[in-house]
């Protein structure tokens, strides 16, 4: 198994190469549940669903990125993402979590087209290390006894409480948000394809690994933090001038309801944050594509100037309306489906969760259909060549993803 992916290491400088070694790399890991030891271990098929949608946006990217520097970037990082998936040893997830930061630092700083990126590069890398120390510090007070295959120790809520601190900064939680939207506006098309649709799935699979451990008693401050977030970030949402922008706070509401569903400790919550974070990923890398595609074209990401979808292209129009209705949460989508299962299971515990499920649900509604009509009417024509490979292929295969899994859970 170990040569294996060092023989996928070899084609690192080929980007198609290394993809399909990759991809067949995760085919091998459906087989060996469990291999070197107990160094890796692949305890959920959870963590199997989220490898595979990293290599799916590699894919992705290969497809539409041209510069050779920014794939191989991306290829780091999924790399990191995917060793983030497996350790079974704490100490190593903690490693591969900063590690991330790293290849998105190098992204930002390389090819943002702003002076603006050196700032928000200071915000990430202050946030990252600002929630993360702390983790180093719970670590050692635990006699570094963090070191199970599986991770159900108990300990103190406080303890619980720093550990997911600094998962909580990848989710990213409303309050430790910040540095998202200001990365997402700086970054390369592609680097925000990866941060949304890789990034922040690392901060989830952590927090679902030290879940185990969580107190009943406390789950009520994430809670509170939860809905906060939705109904703010929404509230943001609606405000926004960039495109971007907006689809970075729309990144923040959806990882809100994900902690949500997660803190409900039930097996429908987590079955239904899986595939929240499925749909997330898949419908975020789509959106920023779409968003990067029509700067490509008109050197403009304001809403205001985003128009003429129709009239210059019908399946660009089609597409650009469905991925944005998939992210309100549209049926028969898969997001539809796993916000239905955490509504019902918020109803069960209490009946005022469902005011505040209620007003995120009109608000993430509005500004998805006010970008949709901004975006499609109008009269001028874009030039958007959209009937090659790399532009139709792997959105008809996000498509997929996106709205028939549904069909099969």
């Not at 997330?280 to 779409?290: D, K, P, Q």
């Not at 918020?346 to 009509?373: A, D, E, P």
Request: hydrophobic share 60%; proline share 2%.
């Amino acid at each position: 198994m170990l040569d294996f992916f060092l023989v996928t290491l070899i084609w690192f400088m080929k980007p198609t190469y290394f993809f399909f070694f990759i991809l067949f790399f995760c085919v091998m890991i459906f087989n060996n549940y469990s291999w070197m030891g107990l160094f890796m271990v692949i305890d959920s098929y959870t963590f199997i669903l989220l490898i595979i949608m990293s290599v799916f946006i590699l894919g992705m990217i290969l497809m539409s990125e041209k510069n050779n520097n920014l794939l191989i970037l991306s290829e780091m990082l999924v790399i990191i993402c995917i060793l983030f998936f497996i350790p079974s040893n704490m100490m190593m997830l903690y490693m591969f979590f900063e590690l991330s930061m790293f290849p998105i630092l190098v992204m930002i700083l390389g090819y943002g087209s702003q002076i603006e990126k050196i700032n928000s590069s200071y915000y990430l890398m202050f946030y990252a290390a600002f929630c993360s120390f702390p983790f180093l510090f719970v670590y050692f007070k635990s006699d570094f006894s963090l070191v199970f295959s599986y991770f159900d120790f108990f300990i103190s809520w406080e303890m619980f409480f720093i550990l997911s601190l600094s998962f909580m900064m990848k989710f990213p939680i409303y309050f430790l948000h910040l540095w998202l939207p200001k990365a997402h506006v700086e970054a390369p098309t592609t680097a925000s394809m990866l941060l949304a649709g890789l990034l922040l799935k690392l901060g989830t699979a952590g927090f679902l690994r030290i879940l185990g451990s969580m107190n009943f008693i406390h789950n009520n401050v994430w809670m509170i933090i939860a809905f906060l977030g939705m109904i703010l970030g929404s509230f943001c949402c609606v405000f926004q001038s960039d495109s971007k922008s907006l689809a970075a706070y729309s990144s923040v509401t959806h990882m809100s309801f994900l902690l949500l569903s997660l803190i409900f400790i039930t097996m429908s919550s987590k079955t239904s944050s899986l595939m929240l974070m499925l749909a997330h990923g898949y419908t975020s890398t789509l959106m920023f594509y779409l968003i990067g595609e029509f700067y490509h074209t008109s050197s403009s990401r304001m809403i205001y100037f985003m128009n003429s979808f129709f009239s210059s292209s019908m399946i660009m129009g089609i597409l650009f309306a469905v991925v944005f209705l998939s992210n309100s949460g549209v049926p028969p989508s898969l997001s539809f489906l796993s916000e239905f299962m955490v509504i019902s299971n918020s109803i069960i515990l209490t009946k005022s969760m469902f005011i505040m499920i209620f007003i995120y649900f009109v608000v993430s509604f509005y500004y998805s259909l006010f970008l949709i009509t901004s975006s499609l009417m109008g009269k001028e024509f874009l030039n958007m060549n959209n009937w090659n490979v790399g532009f139709s292929a792997p959105l008809v295969l996000m498509m997929y993803n996106i709205f028939w899994i549904s069909m099969f859970y």
